[in-house]
């Protein structure tokens, strides 16, 4: 890659970021279409500080993440309408001085359910969790016709997750988790974790009793290390269809690459990358 006067900048703004695997997207990506840009990683002190440098350096898209993807609204000129609804921007494309924001991380799991030809349309989908990326699933998923269960231990923040949906869809509700039952999981078509359960080093925590799951059920598992949790072997055993969390990681990657270059993104070639670094591997298998 080469450096010049030209090179476009994008970057991810974030506090910690140096584990982030954006880079390794975007910049893969890049080499690969021949584009002159590079991608950074930033971690500012504030993200007002930041979103005058995206205006002064002309800085081109920025990817944003914890803990600032709720103020960031604040400080950019407009807001897609499914970023408001969730209530938080992870991607921001400056267009000629113009700051627009916009949340792909529903969109990439709304994406790794589609290319493994899952129906959205009438589903019944439990969501296991409550915090950011349930929600930003959860409008994703009702936006396109799904009726979503938001469940977890905790009464009080499933019960105020689904209300903030509820404001915007019907077809919303929530359930603890210690209530659901094989009566309850028959009604279900996709279960999705999207808490840290099953994550490195816990790899022997499941969020689910596994009990619970039939080969009816399509699971899709958020966490991307290890590249299959447990989770996803329990699915797996019983003849669901699985999803993992690289998907997820990748395909919300893929989509502000797309919305920053307006090019398709080469998806092989970012998947490799991935795989490279989290699991050691030199190949997409």
């Known amino acids: ?9 994008y970057c991810i703004f974030g506090n910690p970021v140096k584990h982030s695997l954006s880079p390794v997207i975007h910049n893969s990506a890049f080499r690969e279409l021949g584009i002159n840009a590079v991608y950074l990683a930033f971690e500012p002190e504030t993200i007002e500080e930041a979103i005058r440098s995206v205006r002064s350096l002309n800085i081109k898209g920025a990817s944003i993440t914890i803990p600032f993807k709720v103020e960031v609204m604040k400080y950019i000129d407009h807001v897609d309408p499914l ?15 113009r700051l627009t924001g916009y949340n792909t991380d529903g969109q990439g799991a709304l994406n790794s359910l589609l290319k493994k030809n899952i129906g ?15 929600r930003a699933v959860a409008f994703t998923l009702l936006q396109n016709k799904a009726s979503v ?14 209300k903030d949906l509820k404001v915007f869809y019907d077809n919303a ?25 099953g994550m490195t080093p ?21 966490v991307y290390s290890p590249e ?37 993104a080469p998806e092989e070639i970012i998947y490799r990358s991935i795989k490279k670094i989290l699991y050691g591997e030199n190949n997409g298998n």
């Open 1 to 9: 890659m080469k450096i010049n006067s030209e090179t476009s900048l």
């Open 83 to 97: 970023a408001g609804q969730i209530g938080s921007v992870n991607t921001i494309h400056n267009v000629s001085g």
């Open 120 to 134: 959205i349309n009438n589903s019944n989908i439990l969501i296991i969790g409550n915090g950011g990326s349930a």
């Open 149 to 162: 269960f938001i469940c977890g231990r905790n009464h009080e923040r499933i019960k105020a997750l689904a």
């Open 173 to 197: 509700d929530n359930i603890l988790l210690d209530k659901l039952d094989k009566r309850f999981m028959s009604k279900i078509d996709i279960l999705i974790n999207t808490t840290p359960l």
């Open 202 to 222: 816990r790899i022997n925590s499941c969020p689910i009793d596994e009990n619970l799951i039939t080969d009816r059920h399509t699971v899709f598992d958020i």
């Open 228 to 264: 299959k949790t447990k989770l996803l072997n329990i699915a797996e055993k019983k003849g669901c269809v699985i999803i993992k969390g690289i998907e997820m990681l990748i395909n919300q990657g893929i989509m502000q690459f797309e919305i920053w270059t307006n090019r398709k």
